[in-house]
């Protein structure tokens, strides 16, 4: 029962985001301040992971052909598809609820037990838009970075497995370019706006919420990335099984 109540507490947040809006010069700059925190501020790790991720993808790959009748092409062929179909958008989604579902939960905790979020609504703002919305609209901008993370995973794959001795560049290439359907970009970026949608209302919603003091934002941090991560992989499924079964 109380998941149930859960969902639909949730349910009316996310409705309630979105009446009596902010004023636009204020949500500007609140929107501005959080596409630098929120999406410029996660490039790095991103970056940092895909390009490691694809190299080991592109390694694991070619370790594994141990049959002369298997093409040497298919390192890249592997690399492109796990990283565009579940790397990219899935697996760096599950690394920003952990960056960024924190970062917001705490922010928003911190600001209910310093009482700031009473303070707003006592001037009559509506506290859900002014804190959330600006955070659901900067990640809007999210398949942005999944987009990067895409081609340098695919590009760290391409450097592990020519400077590794694993594959030749011009075989690497082949595979990458062997029987591509480009509704598989389409369909990534289709799930990463979902996630965009998830990372930014749940760990707003566990923030939001909260009760207690400066011990109970840590708790509220951490249930927000169990649940993000949990939602972002059920989704992932009923997202698959529908867009590509």
Partial sequence: MNYIASIGSYAIMVKEVFK???????????????????????????????FFIGGVVA???????????????????????????????TFC????????????????????????IDALEVMGVNALNYLVFPKIIAML???????????????????????????TSADFVEGLQLDFNTFHVTYSFIKTLVFAFILATIPSFHG??????????????????????????ILNYILTQLLLG
């Fill in 20 to 50: 009596k809006p902010t004023k636009w010069g204020i949500m500007k700059s609140l929107i501005l301040k959080e596409i630098d925190e929120l999406i410029y501020g996660s490039l790095g790790i991103l970056i940092f992971i895909s």
């Fill in 59 to 89: 390694i694991q790959t070619a370790l594994n052909i141990t049959s002369e009748i298997i093409p040497k092409y298919l390192v890249g062929f592997a690399t492109r598809q796990s990283i565009i179909l579940e790397f990219a958008p």
């Fill in 93 to 116: 989604s599950i690394i920003m609820a952990g960056k960024v579902g924190s970062y917001i939960t705490s922010s928003i905790g911190t600001m209910r037990v310093t009482e700031q």
């Fill in 141 to 167: 901008f999210y398949p942005f970075i999944i987009a990067i993370a895409m081609y340098v995973g695919i590009l760290g794959g391409w450097v592990a497995g020519v400077f590794g001795g694993f594959s």
């Fill in 208 to 233: 939001f919420y909260m009760k207690g003091g400066a011990l109970e934002v840590g708790k509220a941090a951490t249930t927000s990335f169990v649940w993000t991560s949990v939602v972002i992989i």
